[in-house]
Each structure stands twice: as structure tokens, then as C-alpha cells.
């Protein structure tokens, strides 16, 4: 069974401070997808990245940054010098081969950046 | 805006009543999905169409039923409606056919609010 964990509900921030977001999940597959999505105020979901299980190079875009750690089963999604634009609620979710790729979401993580 | 359109913007109808969900992929993508986000069961996914043709089930009611019309549009059934179904139904589209192949792009969602 597929499970991802988030487990910070909300994490309150200031303008300019850098924010780790959580995700562990738990598979027993080896062939298998972390996703993060993101929910602004206005509330359509926008994908931000797919990672698969055998790329464990860690990615950056802009001031997005991702790590991901087999070892820990973890999928970090951190943001450098926030934004109030980055206030949003955060998914991870994770697609596993022997699930047919059906993804199963975390409960996400709500970010409040002040200014 | 994403390109992924969805009608109606919010629905509210009573307990037993049956309702339809459009929803209209970008120019070009020939996959539609569709996920139900609730307070209680977090974000789902529920089933996805590529062509005209099912290809993933997740946490799809029977009371539910999607389809994929030749122009690529793609309604969502929900009949018999409870309380419960009372969420965010988010269509999304893509222009390949896997689950985990390609980013995608999600409409604005239609709130459903059952009586």
C-alpha cells in the first residue's frame, strides 16, 4: 500500500526566510514517482515536479529546490527567500508501478508567508 | 490559466439529484483526469481517459461515471449524490496517455455543494 506523509499542517514563515516542506512516503516498489503540486489562494492545482525512483539527483529551479532520499524515503521540496506569492498549500503524492500509477496524495502542507 | 476549462464553476443541488461535471482539455492533449478534493479524503483521483478510452480507476464511486466524447471533452456523472460528495472535482489534462508521462495541466475545478 501506498501512503505519503505530510506531516506539517502549516508552517508560517517570513518574507526572505527559507522554508523546508516535508514528504515521507512508503512503498515497497522499487519503480516508482514523487510529484509536488501546488494549490494558490485561488485554488487550481499547478504541478511543479516528477521525480522517479532511480533519479536521486537532487533539483533546483529558481528558488525551488528538491531532495530526494531513498534512505529516509523522503522528498523535500524547500523554497530560498520566500515570497508572499508562495503562499499556498503544497502536495506531495507518489505513483508506484504495482499501483498502476494511480497517485496517492499527501494532506499537504499550508504555507503562509508574511510579509 | 491553464488552458483546461471546466463548467460549471460551482453547483449546489440536493441529496438523491444527479449532476454533470464538463470539463475541456488544452488544444492538443488527448488525456483528461479527474480528482475529487474533500476535507475528509484529501485529494483523489478518480479516473483518467486518453482518446476516448479509460485507462486508470482510483477511488471511483459507483455511483460515479466519466466519459470521453470525440472532441476530447470529458464529463464526470455523479448521481444518487450523498452529503459526502460534496467537494473541489478537478479535471486536468496531458498529452500523453500514462499517468506518470507527462505534466499536467489542471482546470479551475468546480465546487459541488450537496443540500
Known amino acids: 500500500a501506498q501512503k505519503v506523509t505530510q506531516a506539517q499542517t502549516e508552517i508560517s514563515v517570513v518574507e526572505k526566510e527559507d522554508v523546508t516542506l516535508d514528504c515521507v512516503y512508503e512503498?515497497?516498489?522499487?519503480?516508482?514517482?514523487l510529484f509536488w503540486y501546488k494549490q494558490p489562494p485561488s485554488g487550481e492545482l499547478v504541478f511543479l515536479i516528477r521525480?522517479?525512483?532511480?533519479?536521486?539527483q537532487n533539483e533546483i529551479s529558481g528558488r525551488y529546490s528538491w531532495n530526494f532520499q531513498k534512505s529516509t524515503s523522503s522528498f523535500n521540496f524547500t523554497i530560498t527567500a520566500s515570497q508572499v506569492v508562495d503562499s499556498a498549500v503544497y502536495f506531495c503524492?507518489?505513483?508506484?508501478?504495482?499501483?498502476?500509477?494511480?497517485?496517492?496524495f499527501g494532506r499537504g502542507t499550508s504555507l503562509i508567508v508574511h510579509p | 490559466d491553464s488552458g483546461v476549462t471546466q463548467t460549471p464553476k460551482h453547483l449546489i443541488t440536493a441529496t438523491g439529484q444527479r449532476v454533470t461535471l464538463r470539463c475541456s482539455p488544452r488544444?492538443?492533449?488527448?488525456?483528461v483526469y479527474w480528482y475529487q478534493q474533500s476535507l475528509d479524503q484529501g485529494l483523489q483521483f478518480l479516473i483518467h481517459?486518453?482518446?476516448?478510452?479509460?485507462?486508470a480507476k482510483g477511488n471511483i464511486l459507483e455511483r460515479f461515471s466519466a466519459q470521453q466524447f470525440p472532441d476530447l471533452h470529458s464529463e464526470l456523472n455523479l448521481s444518487s449524490l450523498e452529503l459526502g460528495d460534496s467537494a473541489l472535482y478537478f479535471c486536468?489534462?496531458?498529452?500523453?496517455?500514462?499517468?506518470?508521462?507527462?505534466?499536467?495541466?489542471f482546470g479551475p475545478g468546480t465546487r459541488l455543494t450537496v443540500l
Open positions: 486536468a489534462s496531458s498529452l500523453k496517455g500514462g499517468l506518470i508521462s507527462g505534466e499536467q495541466f
Open positions: 512503498t515497497r516498489d522499487t519503480t516508482y514517482y
Open positions: 521525480r522517479n525512483s532511480f533519479d536521486e
Open positions: 503524492a507518489l505513483s508506484e508501478a504495482g499501483g498502476s500509477y494511480i497517485p496517492t
Open positions: 488544444s492538443g492533449d488527448l488525456s
Open positions: 481517459y486518453y482518446n476516448g478510452e479509460e485507462r
